[in-house]
Structure formats: C-alpha cells, structure tokens
C-alpha cells in the first residue's frame, strides 16, 4: 500500500471556526433553496394545507362535536391533521432531491453530510409550521375556538421539531425503497407516538388552563425526545445516504 | 456449512428441558389463585412471552450499532432473527394478555398502557419487515433496517413511559401502586418462583431459537453463493 | 491524477467490479467503453466518492477514498446523465447555489464565466424546468466545473440528445478538456468519443481488458479493438 506523505493525510480544518461557516453556509444554502423553489412553486404548501382543511373537515363529520367535546378534542384533532399533512411535506421534500438526481449533487459537494439532514429537517420544519401557523386561525374560526395561547405555540414547535427530526430521516431512507410515499408514515408513526401523546396532552392542559405543573412533565418528555433524536438522526444520517 | 454445534444441541436439550418443568411447575407447583382461578395461569407465560418480545429490539439495536460500525454482514442476521423471533413472540403475548383480560375484566382489548405499547412495539416490528422487502441492494436493506431498530430501540422507553403516564388499568404487578390497579394481587412464594422460572425458560427458548435462526440464515447465506458461483 | 488499484466492488453476493486496475495522468481524456451491466456506472460513482469500493485502492488528486472523501469532493466535478439541478430555480440560482455549497470565491463573476463557456448566457434568468434536455446538460456540465475540479468525470453525458445538442455538447467538452483537465468518460458512442478522446479503456466483465491510446490506434479500427476486447 502506497504511503502517503503525512501531511496530505491530515484533511483536517485548522481551527473549528472555519468549518462551523462551512457548516452554518451550507445550512442556508439548502434552506433558502427549498424556500426558494417552494415559492416558485408552491406545490409542496398547497398540497399540505389543501389536505389539513380537508382532514379537518372529515373531522367534523366523523366526530360529532358540540361545544363541550370540542373543548376535549381540540387537541387531538389539531395534531392528527398536523401528522398527517406533516407526511405530504415529508414525502415531496425528499422526493424532489430524489427525482433529478440532486440527491447525489448534494452528496457530491464538499460538505459535511449532516449538514444536508440538518438543511432539510430545518426546510421541513419551517414548512410545516407554515402550515401550523395557517390551519390554527383556520380552525378558530371554523370552530369558535380560541387558539392563541403562547403555551400552545410552545408545544407545537417543541412538537414539531420532533416530529420533522425524526420524520426527515425516516424519509430519506423511504425514499431508497419501491414503495416510498406508502412506507413514510408505517415507519413514522409508531416512532412519534411520544410526541403525539405528549404534544395532545401539553396542547390539552394550555387550552384548558391547566397548572403548570400537570403540563411540565409533557413539556419535559418533547424535550427529552427531541434532544434524543436528533443526536441520533446527527450520528446516523451519514449511513443512510452511503451506498 | 458447519454440522450442528455440541454446545447448539445441549442447548436444545436444556431448553425443552426447562420448558417441560416451566409447563409443570404453572400448572401443578404454583397455586391456584383466589379471585381469577386458573385463568390467571396465563400470567406465567404472558409476561415470559412480553419479555421476549421486548428483547427483540435490544438485540437487534446491538447488532446493528455492530453492523455499522463494523460493516460486517454477519450482525445483519442476528439483528433480523432477533426481531423475527421478538414478532411472534410479542404476538403470542398480546394474545395470551388479551384471553387474561376476557378472564378478568371480561372485554378482550383494553387502552391500558403495557398492551397499546405492546401493539405500538409489533407494528414497528412489522414496520422494520416492511422497509427491508422494499430494498433491493442486501447491503443498504442490513444498514437500513439496522438503523431502524436503533431508532425504535430509542423510542420504546419513550413511548412506555409517554403512555405509563396515563391511568392504568393494567395490574402493576411488579413496582408501584397496587392502588388504582385492579386485578393484581400479591405473589405468594412459590408463585414468584414459577414466574421467575418461566422467565428463564423463555430466555433460553429466545437463545435458541436466535441461534438456529443465525444458523438459517447463514445458510441461507451461502447457498445463495454457492448459486451466483454456478450460474456464473 | 488518478490510480485505481485491485477495485472489487460487491452487491451483496453479486460482484461487479472484480480486481479493477486503473490510472490516469493529469490531462489525460479517458474514454471508458463497456458493454451494458460492465460496471461502468458504478466504477464511475465509485470515482465520483458516491459509492465506497468493497475492498482495493483509489486514490484522486493524492487523496484516498473513502476515507479522504472530503477532500476528493472539492477536486471533482461529475456529471451523470441525470442532470442534477433543480427545475424550479433558474439556470443562475441553480449555479448560485452550488457555488455556496462549493465555497467558490468570486461567485457572481464566476457564473457569468460558466455561462458563457456553456453557451447559456442569454437564458440564465429562465427556469431550468423549460430547458431542452441538450441545454440542461451544458448547464449540468457548467455546475460540475464552477469550482474549477482538476478532475471531471461523465457518465454517458449523450444520453437523450438529438443531434445538434451532441455537437454543441462536444464543444463543451473541448472546452473542459482544453483547460488541461483530467476526464473520464463513459460512453456507447464509438464514433462520438473517437474524436474526443485522448485513450480508450475498455471495460468488460468487471475489469479493464484493454486500454490503447488515440496515437495506437486508427479510428476505423476501434470498432474491431472494441468488439476483441469484450469477447
């Protein structure tokens, strides 16, 4: 085996500045793409929001809600519709870089490979609180609810950030399979049990005024979950995208 | 392909063994218990069955970290035996919890926490089988699917203890409040025995089975060689 | 600039690339040639740091894969014959962008260089989505070249394009190719890389069975040479 001369092994930045500007230009690099490509486009957007307003509104007939259920259901509702709708975004987000072969242009670049996951998870994140941000004062007025409680919008970012951590992984690992968009939410749902129970019931306690301290302990556990996963998708990514 | 290992054989031997005993000592050392009767002998094997199923993705986690660090196919057969083996046994457990629950409670499902996390474990199970069939490339479907029952691996506790949060009406035999747990009782010594007994046996018949499995697969392995070697 | 040696690259049990033996100088244009299912793609991925060889050497620009992958992306510029950009962003954000993802200093003068080269300066603020597929491969070549590789690999870049677009394509490829820069390129087209080439390897069953370079060889005789190498 030929020896290479020590120095040209050492592909190693010299100080951790440069690469984190590396890492963080990537980042945006990626991110205001998809913006970019999504606002030209607005495929992705329409799609999710047309299929939230319509589970939504399956919602009303499935479920026979007067003014007292709504109160209890609210919650629930509010995140199935959010999962669901999560998943279109999920599938199109990948499915586009699969497409036209970008998957290998971003792998062919000089970059670190998670800061790819990363770049993606934040794009998916921001779309999908996009679509948060439009379904509530949706429901609100469909409903006569009232929505805008700060601690509300705490948990579906915490939430959120769960659910598109755990979601941009799995989907860059459906999307190397026949059966892609079909497989994305059997792989999914099961994993983000704990976010969906966890951010029904923080959701639940805020719009119920519940004590604090009856919400914390869900707070507590989206937290825990999202620390966990995405340090897990940080090690892993690497290996899904490697042939 | 290597005849059948000595130690594999002693193995199956010990097995059946421990098994037969297990068998014996649910039905004739333990005692009947007061309130349920012989239903409750179900309990024995239920629990050795959910632990089991529980030992599926801890496995199949180890030998996928292996698999990734290492690159070594061989981890790749272990983590899917592990998780094959857990599916059925995991079944078994439902089942045997569900004819528990018809005995006690009289219904046949209940929202309690062990058994919807019980349910949530099989269909990341089945969700595991399913994302290996849709990958061609053997080498992507080993990393692929190792990295799956890692992740699973992470979110089983979380979702235990997500639902655990809940009421429970599932009895806490071992650890906390036998208060608002109906249809728990008290283990009297030679019950504790047995249940440990039985815990044991399925360990064993988890081993065993884990290992013939390998073996199949490793097989499996080879004869798929042995055919790309002739048609080539 | 680039040595291969003892590639074995497998698919599970199937083995595709068996012992590959390989190199080329700086400046070289390498045309590879193989029939279907040679493995020319995969050698060719494997080059591009896409895919990681089973076992044996590669070495790019005094770089090893895969463990200096890293620093072969920044050397290497591909271009596959699925072209790698985005068709909701024009031809300049498709190239701005890359420029970030490569760090390419001077990115604005850079892009109106590229597009130049590439014969697409009148068309860089339309979205790639209403180019022809001749013109979206001339911009697919612009990208893989804006960071200035000293190494450009193709993969069969013909592929789907009508005849004029091939002609405006080899244009291109003088170009990348003047610019004393070391390319490998797939191909099928006999008679297309005769022209372009600097030496023709030929791989069949997994290895190279031949390699001659154009001075070796007339370019009436290549077909016969081709055809004795795969047998």
């Given amino acids: ?58 919602f009303n007939f499935a479920l026979e809600l007067d003014a007292q259920a709504r109160a209890t259901v609210t919650a629930g509702v509010l995140w199935v519709t959010f999962a669901f709708a999560g998943t279109i975004g999920l599938n199109r987000s990948m499915a586009m ?61 915490l939430g959120s950030t769960g659910y598109v951590a755990v979601g941009t992984l799995l989907s860059s690992m459906a999307v190397q399979t026949r059966t892609r968009d079909v497989l994305l939410p059997i792989l999914l749902f099961p994993l983000v049990i704990p976010v969906m129970i966890a951010a029904v019931k923080a959701s639940m306690g805020y719009l119920q005024g519940s004590d604090i301290l009856d919400i914390r302990p869900w707070l507590n556990l989206l937290l825990v979950y999202d620390v966990i996963f995405i340090a897990a998708a940080f090690m892993v990514f690497d290996y899904v995208v490697e042939e | 392909m290597q005849s059948k290992p000595r130690l594999l054989t002693i193995l199956d031997i010990v097995t059946l063994l421990l098994f037969v005993v297990a068998v014996g000592m649910v039905f004739f050392y333990a005692p009947l218990e007061a309130v349920m009767g012989q239903v409750q002998r179900v309990f024995y094997f239920h629990v050795a069955n959910a632990w089991v199923g529980m030992l599926g993705f801890l496995v199949a986690a180890i030998s996928g970290a292996g698999l990734l660090i290492k690159g070594d196919p061989k981890w790749d057969i272990a983590g899917i035996a592990a998780i094959e083996i857990s599916f059925v046994f995991f079944f078994i457990a439902i089942v045997s919890g569900s004819i528990w629950a018809r005995g006690t409670w009289g219904t046949w499902w209940t929202w309690d926490p062990r058994l919807t996390s019980a349910a949530i474990v099989e269909l990341l199970y089945a969700a595991y089988f399913m994302l290996r069939q849709g990958i061609e490339d053997p080498d992507r479907r080993a990393r692929i699917g190792a990295i799956y029952a890692i992740l699973s691996f992470l979110s089983v506790p979380l979702t235990f203890i997500s639902i655990r949060i809940f009421r429970t009406i599932h009895p806490v035999i071992i650890g906390s409040g036998a208060a608002t747990a109906q249809g728990s009782f008290d283990m009297t010594t030679k019950m504790l025995q047995t249940f440990m007994f039985s815990l044991l046996t399925f360990s064993f018949i988890f081993a065993d089975l884990l290992w013939h499995r390998i073996r199949l697969g490793r097989l499996a392995v080879e004869t798929e060689t042995l055919r790309l070697k002739t048609l080539q | 600039m680039i040595t291969v040696r003892k590639l074995v690259k497998r698919f599970g049990l199937k083995t595709v690339l068996r012992g590959l033996d390989f190199s080329v100088e700086a400046g070289e244009f390498v045309a590879l040639m193989g029939p279907n299912g040679a493995g020319k793609t995969t050698f060719l991925r494997i080059l ?73 300066s009148a068309r860089r603020r339309e979205l790639v989505r209403t180019y022809s597929r001749g013109m979206q491969q001339r911009l697919a070549i612009g990208r893989a070249v804006l960071h200035d590789p000293e190494v450009v690999l193709f993969d069969e870049p013909h592929t789907g394009l009508d005849q004029d677009a091939c002609l405006m394509l080899d244009g291109v490829l003088r170009e990348v190719a003047a610019r004393g820069r070391t390319v490998v390129m797939t191909s099928h087209d006999l008679a297309r890389v005769a022209d372009l080439a600097s030496r023709f390897d030929i791989l069949s069953r997994g290895v190279i069975t031949a390699s001659v370079t154009r001075a070796q060889i007339e370019p009436d005789h290549l077909l016969a040479f081709y055809r004795q190498a795969i047998a």
Wanted: aromatic share 8%; hydrophobic share 50%; proline share 5%.
């Fill in chain 1, 97 to 157: 870089e699969k497409d036209r072969g970008c998957l290998d242009g971003l792998l062919l670049a000089p970059v670190d490979r998670s800061a790819i996951y990363f770049g993606k998870a934040i794009g998916n994140l921001i779309f999908m609180l996009i679509v948060e941000a439009i379904i509530l004062p949706a429901y609100s007025v469909l409903y006569s609810v009232n929505l805008f409680k700060p601690g509300l919008l705490l948990v579906i970012l």
């Fill in chain 1, 1 to 58: 085996m030929e020896l290479l001369p020590k120095a040209e092994n050492r592909v190693r930045r010299k100080s951790l500045m440069p690469g984190v500007g590396q890492f963080l230009r990537t980042l945006g690099a990626i991110i205001w793409k998809d913006l970019a490509t999504e606002l030209r486009s607005r495929e992705l957007l329409s799609a999710m929001l047309v299929f939230a307003l319509l589970v939504i509104l399956i």
């Fill in chain 3, 48 to 120: 591009a740091s896409l895919s990681r060889p089973s076992m044996g050497q590669v070495n790019i620009a005094g770089y090893a894969l895969p463990h200096q992958a890293a620093a072969v992306r920044r050397k290497l510029g591909v271009v596959s014959h699925l072209p790698l950009l985005y068709g909701d962003l024009t031809a300049e954000e498709n190239l701005r962008f890359y420029a970030r993802m490569y760090d390419v200093p001077q990115a604005e003068i850079r892009i109106t260089e590229v597009l130049e080269m590439v014969g697409l």
